[in-house]
C-alpha cells in the first residue's frame, strides 16, 4: 500500500458539522414552543430576543465548526501520520507510526444515529502546548489534535473501521525497538 | 441475547456473577440519586415559603414504591445483562482489543510494546463475589480509564493476566532478536 490515504479517501461527514449544535438546538426549540405555546401576553419580546439570540450563537457556531472541517487535513504517509488545523493560526503535526499508544473507536448517540463514529489515536506527548491551554481546549476540542490525542471524528462506521486498520498495520511495520526516539 | 464471543472470551470467559454485582452497584447509585432529587424537591420549596407547610407529594402507597423500586431493579438487571452480552475482548497476534457499552459503543486498540503494566484487583463488592479485575494500561489516562477487563474468576483472571504478559514478553524479544540480527537498531 504505498499511495497517500487523507481526508479525501475518508472524509469527515458534513453531518458531524450539527453535533456540536445539537444542545443549543434542542433550547432553540424548546424556546420556540415555549413561544408558540405562551398565551401572547407579557413577555414575548424577551422570548423573541432569546431566540434571535440562539440562533445567531448557533448559525456562528455552524460556520466555525464548518470551517474547522474545512482546515482539517490528515495524511497517513509512510513513515509518519500528518495532521493540519487551523483556520487562522495553522498548526501541522507528524506522529512516527511507533509510538502510537492506543486507537479508540467511539459513538455516542449522535454517532449512533447518524452512523458515524470518531477515531481517535493517543500517543505518549503533550504535544507543544502548556498545560493551561490545553485544560482548556481539553474541554471544547471535537476534531483534530490537542495533548497526546488525534480526533478523527465523523467517519462513517465502516470507514473508522477500515481507518483502524490501516493505521494498525502501519504500527506493526514500525516497530519502536527499531528506532527507540521515533526519529 | 448472543454474546459477543471471541476466542480470548471463549477461553477465558466473564463470570455471570458480574451482571448480579452491577446491578447492585447500580441500583444503589440510582436510588441514592433518585433520593437526592426527592429530598432536595421537598426541602427547596420549604426553603423558598417559608410558612408553608411540607407538601409531601411523594405520599404513595408503600405497594407502589416497591413496584417502582422492583421495575427499576429489572430495568437495570437488563441493561446489564445487554451489556455482558457485548462485552467484547479479544487477544490478537499483534494487538489487545476491548469494546463496552452497548448503546455507545467504546473500543480501544492497543499494541502489546505499548503496555505499561497488567495489574489485578478487586473491589468490596468484588471481594463478595470472589471476583476479579484485569487492567491493562500504557502511557495514556485514558487507556488506564477504558482497558480493564472487570469481573473474572480467579483462575480466569490469572491465565488472562499470564497470557497477556507471556505475549508482552514474546513480542518484546521477538523485536529485540529482530533487531540484532538484522543490525537494525540505531542505538544498540
Redesign the interface.
Known amino acids: 500500500m504505498n499511495e497517500i490515504i487523507t481526508e479525501k479517501n475518508y472524509p469527515v461527514h458534513w453531518l458531524w458539522v450539527l453535533k456540536p449544535t445539537t444542545l443549543s438546538v434542542s433550547a432553540l426549540i424548546i424556546l420556540i414552543i415555549m413561544f408558540l405555546g405562551s398565551n401572547h401576553q407579557g413577555g414575548i419580546a424577551e422570548i423573541i430576543v432569546y431566540i434571535a439570540l440562539l440562533g445567531f450563537f448557533i448559525i456562528i457556531n455552524l460556520i466555525l465548526v464548518s470551517s474547522e472541517r474545512e482546515n482539517f487535513h490528515y495524511s497517513i504517509g509512510e513513515n509518519f501520520l500528518t495532521v493540519e488545523q487551523g483556520i487562522f493560526s495553522k498548526e501541522r503535526r507528524y506522529i512516527p507510526y511507533g509510538v ?10 449522535f ?2 444515529i447518524f452512523g458515524l463514529a470518531t477515531v ?1 489515536i ?3 506527548s503533550q504535544g507543544s502546548e502548556d498545560l493551561a491551554t490545553l485544560q482548556q481546549r481539553k474541554r471544547f476540542a471535537t476534531i483534530g489534535f490537542f495533548g ?1 490525542k488525534v480526533i478523527i471524528p465523523g467517519l462513517t462506521k465502516a470507514n473508522a473501521e477500515t481507518l ?1 486498520g490501516i493505521i ?1 498495520q502501519k ?2 511495520e514500525n ?6 526516539s521515533g526519529l | 441475547m448472543q454474546i459477543a464471543y471471541s476466542k480470548t472470551r471463549e477461553q477465558f470467559p466473564l463470570s455471570h456473577k458480574k451482571i448480579i454485582k452491577k446491578t447492585i452497584v447500580s441500583t444503589i447509585n440510582i436510588i441514592n440519586l433518585l433520593l437526592v432529587i426527592w429530598a432536595l424537591s421537598v426541602i427547596i420549596p420549604v426553603l423558598i415559603h417559608k410558612n408553608q407547610k411540607v407538601v409531601n407529594w411523594l405520599k404513595l402507597p408503600p405497594s407502589l414504591i416497591f413496584i417502582f423500586l422492583f421495575l427499576i431493579i429489572l430495568l437495570i438487571y437488563l441493561y446489564q445483562r445487554w451489556y455482558f452480552a457485548v462485552y467484547f475482548y479479544d487477544l490478537t497476534p ?2 489487545i482489543q476491548i469494546k463496552k457499552g452497548p ?9 502489546y ?2 503496555i505499561q503494566d497488567v495489574y489485578v484487583d478487586q473491589d468490596f463488592l468484588d471481594m463478595i463475589f470472589g471476583l476479579y479485575d484485569v487492567h491493562l494500561s ?3 489516562i ?2 488506564g480509564i ?2 480493564h477487563i472487570d469481573g473474572l474468576e480467579k483462575q480466569t483472571a490469572e491465565g488472562l493476566r499470564n497470557i497477556i504478559l507471556q505475549a508482552i514478553q514474546q513480542k ?1 524479544s521477538k ?2 532478536n ?2 540484532i540480527s538484522t543490525g ?4 544498540g
Open positions: 502510537i499508544q492506543n486507537i479508540f473507536i467511539e459513538q455516542d448517540l454517532d449512533r481517535i493517543e500517543n505518549a497526546n483502524k494498525l504500527i506493526k516497530p519502536i525497538e527499531d528506532n527507540q | 499483534d494487538f448503546i455507545t459503543p467504546r473500543e480501544i486498540t492497543i499494541p510494546e505499548r500504557t502511557a495514556t485514558s487507556s477504558e482497558a518484546i523485536n529485540r529482530a533487531n537494525s537498531n540505531p542505538i
